[in-house]
Structures are given as C-alpha cells and as structure tokens.
C-alpha cells in the first residue's frame, strides 16, 4: 500500500513508528478521516510526512510547491514545518478532495500559509513560471502519473538551485520493477526514474520510504 512503506512486515512497521513518528493530534485526525475514503491508497505515510517536514527544516524553506493535494496531509505538514512567514503553493483538479484538506489547514491555523489553486497542476505551474522562477526551496510531485515528467520539468524552473524536488511513488507497488507490467502509468514513473538517473540538472537520491520517494536537488 502506498500508505505505508512498502517492503518491511507489519510488526518491523509498528516498531518504526512506536520509536520514530512525532505526528501532531491534527495529522493523526486528517489520516483517519482520510483512511475512510475510497481514494484513501493516495494518503501518504505518516513516516514519509515527518521526513518531509525534516527536509523543508533542514533546507530552511520558505516557499514550497504541493503539487497533487487530495485531502492535504502533505501541504499541511510542510506547512507545519515552515516558518510564520513561509508559504505553500498547492495544486489540485479537485474540489470535494480539497474540501476536507481546507477543513483540517484551518483546524491547524496555516490555512494563511496555503495558497491552493484549482486547477490542472500544469497550467498552474506554467502560469507561475515567467515571475517566480527559481523562487521556491521545495517540491513535492504527488499526482497524476501521466504528468509527472511535466510536472518534473516545471519545478526545475520553479525551484532554485539548491532547492530540492521530492516525487512520490516512484516504486509503484513494485509494478516498475516487473518487466512484465506495461500499463501506462507504470511505464511513465519507469522512464521518468530512468531519466533522472542520467539528468545532470540534479543531484539524486531514491529513498524506499513509503511508495518510493525520490529526492532531486536542483544543481
Ligand atoms: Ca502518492
């Protein structure tokens, strides 16, 4: 399941998060309700959350891009772990899934930290690109598969360098490693990671936390 990271047992799971995962009342609340949901696969880990909000800390980011909201976990962890000043440019094609995240951003009063555009996440981006250039710290990619790339090639522009850009399910259940499965989807996130792996445009980590995440820091 993408909500949880893949490839360790359930009881070797537990033990990681007894020992390691800090998550505010607030984010335990959203994680619930949106275990309830139909789409709740598209929830990401509670331990990939904190990750996240360590690595905005640890960059110092003040300006950040959540591309592919669903219910908000991700816009609003980061927006946890920005300063009071800093800001969350969030992008999503649905209303009803980002009525709930708007719920919990207010619950935890960042809401003024979240911009959320509803839009397709290109057109956003694209629009953002000719006056904020290389103005953002952080990204992170979590939506349709079929617009990674596009969307990858967008927040090289947008961020700076130095900045890093965070794309979520890169191992795709596992399905990219089997040859023998060639839907679509999977064969995007495989030439995607394909691709980054010889782009000399970042520096690059795939880390197995949750569905795979791979970390592109901007040269
Ligand atoms: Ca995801």
Not at 34 to 52: K, L, R, V
Not at 101 to 113: C, L, M, P, Q, T
Request: charged share 20%.
């Amino acid at each position: 399941m993408a909500n949880q990271t893949l490839g360790i047992d359930n009881n070797l799971r537990d033990y990681l998060l007894s020992v390691s995962v800090r998550e505010p009342e607030v984010l335990t609340q959203l994680r619930h309700e949106t275990a309830q949901h139909p789409m709740a696969i598209m929830q990401i880990a509670p331990e990939q959350g904190q990750f996240m909000s360590l690595l905005v800390q640890l960059i110092g980011a003040k300006k950040t891009l959540d591309i592919g909201v669903f219910t908000g976990y991700s816009a609003l962890v980061v927006a946890l772990a920005l300063p009071p000043d800093g800001k969350v440019v969030a992008c999503d094609v649905s209303d009803e899934y980002t009525q709930i995240a708007r719920r919990y951003w207010n619950k935890a009063g960042v809401s003024n930290k979240i911009d959320l555009y509803i839009a397709p996440a290109i057109e956003t981006l694209s629009n953002l690109i000719p006056t904020e250039a290389e103005t953002f710290d952080f990204a992170f990619i979590d939506a349709d598969k079929s617009g990674y790339n596009d969307y990858y090639e967008c927040c090289l522009q947008l961020v700076r360098p130095g900045g890093l850009i965070a794309i979520d399910n890169v191992l795709w259940f596992g399905r990219v490693a089997d040859e023998e499965i060639q839907d679509n989807r999977t064969k995007k996130i495989r030439a995607l990671n394909a691709k980054l792996h010889q782009d000399a445009r970042v520096n690059l980590s795939l880390i197995p936390i949750g569905d795979g995440l791979t970390l592109a820091m901007k040269r």
